[in-house]
Structure formats: structure tokens, C-alpha cells
């Protein structure tokens, strides 16, 4: 299973869903993230996401950023967009409904928050780092369980 996680810069919420999803699936899944602009393109994730991950044991400092790309769709079984917009994006990309089927809201996994976005924590402090990480762990966990299930 190859599972992308996709916000606007890749550089805050899908890294952090990147590395919270890697330590919660099998070792045979490949989880990447990407975004849908490429201006933080070959940038390690935001220092304050670096840190959240870290006070959970979690080591994202190494990852890049990267946008989206048409060969993602090939490439990958699940596509999770952060928030609507990021959604939209990722989904006039796709070049078919097969494609389009891959991709989703990446809270759509917790059922009761169906068109809910994980929101983007770039313009706030630490609490807002931490309340996205806790959001993220809860969908991973949801994800995990729906594909594992």
C-alpha cells in the first residue's frame, strides 16, 4: 500500500500525517507527502513541525518538500488532501476517475468530520502545531484501521 499525504506547502500538516502514518502501518507501506505549490520545494519541514513530531518521538527533519505530480496518481493507492482547497487542487490533476477515486479529505476517515479540514497551523505558535498533531494522529488511526481492516 502506497499512501500520500498532501497540504499546500509540504512543509507543515502533510509532513507531519507522513510521519505519524509511517510508525502506525506496516513496514511494507510506503508513505510520502507532497504539496500542491512548490515554493518551499527541497525545504525540510517547518522547524515548529519538526519539534511537535520530536516531543512524540517522531523524526521528520530529514524529509523534503515536493509538489504533487501527475506520476502520483500511478504511484500511489490513497491520496489524503489536508483541507478543501489542497483537495480541488490534487483533483483537477487527476487525469481520470480512477485517479479521482484515490483522493480524499484526509478527515473524511473519521466519519463524523466528512467535509471537516485539518487546519493549517503555519501562521500560529506551538499550541496550534500540537492541536494539528493530535488531529493527525486520530486520522492516521482511522486510516490505518480502515485500509488494515
Given at each position: 500500500?502506497?499512501?500520500?499525504?498532501v497540504?499546500?506547502?509540504?512543509?507543515?500538516?502533510?509532513?507531519?500525517?507522513?510521519?505519524?502514518?509511517?510508525?502506525?502501518?506496516?513496514?511494507s507501506?510506503?508513505?510520502?507527502?507532497?504539496?500542491?505549490?512548490?515554493?518551499?520545494?527541497?525545504?525540510?519541514?517547518?522547524?515548529?513541525?519538526?519539534?511537535?513530531?520530536?516531543?512524540?518521538?517522531?523524526?521528520?527533519?530529514?524529509?523534503?518538500?515536493?509538489?504533487v505530480?501527475?506520476?502520483?496518481?500511478?504511484?500511489?493507492?490513497?491520496?489524503f488532501?489536508m483541507?478543501?482547497?489542497?483537495?480541488?487542487?490534487?483533483?483537477?490533476?487527476?487525469?481520470?476517475?480512477?485517479?479521482r477515486r484515490?483522493v480524499?479529505?484526509?478527515?473524511?476517515?473519521?466519519g463524523?468530520?466528512?467535509n471537516?479540514?485539518?487546519?493549517?497551523?503555519?501562521?500560529?505558535?506551538?499550541?496550534?502545531?500540537?492541536?494539528?498533531f493530535?488531529?493527525?494522529?486520530?486520522?492516521?488511526?482511522?486510516?490505518?484501521n480502515?485500509?488494515?481492516?
Open positions: 500500500m502506497k499512501i500520500l499525504m497540504c499546500l506547502g509540504n512543509i507543515c500538516r502533510s509532513p507531519l500525517a507522513e510521519g505519524i502514518m509511517k510508525i502506525k502501518v506496516p513496514e507501506f510506503f508513505v510520502d507527502s507532497a504539496g500542491t505549490i512548490s515554493l518551499h520545494e527541497g525545504e525540510h519541514p517547518d522547524k515548529r513541525a519538526i519539534k511537535t513530531a520530536a516531543n512524540h518521538n517522531i523524526d521528520i527533519s530529514k524529509q523534503k518538500s515536493r509538489p505530480t501527475k506520476a502520483d496518481f500511478d504511484t500511489f493507492d490513497k491520496i488532501c483541507d478543501i482547497d489542497v483537495y480541488e487542487d490534487v483533483i483537477s490533476k487527476a487525469q481520470n476517475e480512477e485517479q484515490k480524499s479529505l484526509f478527515m473524511s476517515a473519521l463524523d468530520h466528512e471537516a479540514e485539518v487546519p493549517d497551523p503555519y501562521w500560529g505558535d506551538m499550541n496550534d502545531f500540537e492541536a494539528v493530535q488531529l493527525l494522529d486520530r486520522g492516521c488511526d482511522a486510516i490505518k480502515q485500509i488494515l481492516s
